[in-house]
Nanobody, 115 residues
Framework: VQLQASGGGLVQPGGSLRLSCAAS????????MGWYRQAPGKQRELVAT???????NYADSVKGRFTISRDNAKNTVFLQMNNLKPEDTAVYYC??????????WGQGTLVTVSS
């Protein structure tokens, strides 16, 4: 299973970005999909997850600003990020979990929020 993330970049505070992550290969029966992030000098932290049934979970720091969604037909997960803040600056990693196979991770995409 390969994951290809895209959509990162430089944005001003208050701006928006949309991340995408497409899974390919033997990506059948994906259960959870989601995003983590890692800021410089900090541990990787959960941003948002979404189950195959559409259930979502968000870190408190992004609730009300970020929205996770998925396209099951295309094995793709999205993260719409609005009202971005400098503290959202990080490398964002997508992942998928496939029952009986485990979790797979994307290569990371850098999001920089700065004026």
């Amino acid at each position: 299973v390969q994951l290809q993330a895209s959509g990162g970049g430089l944005v001003q505070p208050g701006g928006s970005l949309r991340l995408s992550c497409a899974a390919s290969g033997s990506a059948f029966g994906i259960n959870a999909m989601g995003w983590y992030r890692q800021a410089p000098g900090k541990q990787r932290e959960l941003v948002a997850t979404i189950t195959s049934g559409g259930g979502t979970n968000y870190a408190d720091s992004v609730k009300g600003r970020f929205t996770i969604s998925r396209d099951n037909a295309k094995n793709t997960v999205f993260l719409q990020m609005n009202n971005l803040k400098p503290e959202d600056t990080a490398v964002y990693y997508c992942y998928v979990n496939i029952p009986y196979q485990g979790s797979y991770w994307g290569q990371g995409t850098l999001v920089t929020v700065s004026s």
